[in-house]
């Protein structure tokens, strides 16, 4: 799995319908029109995700892993 950066994976959720609810500290809390789930993505520079944390933000968002190779 290639490692992406906070940031980066940002972009990928606004592009896929989620939006930035608020902002918490280094947080950035995301959430989907007609769903309660809430994705918090930790936004450190350019420091890349761990690789458990990345796969669980991005299974709570039902996005692929395929995304991350694109």
Known sequence: MKSISGKELAKILETHGWKLLRIHGSHHI???PGSVVRISVPIHGNKPLKRGLLRHL????DLSEDLLNQ
């Open 30 to 32: 995301y959430g989907k």
């Open 58 to 61: 991005l299974k709570m968002a």
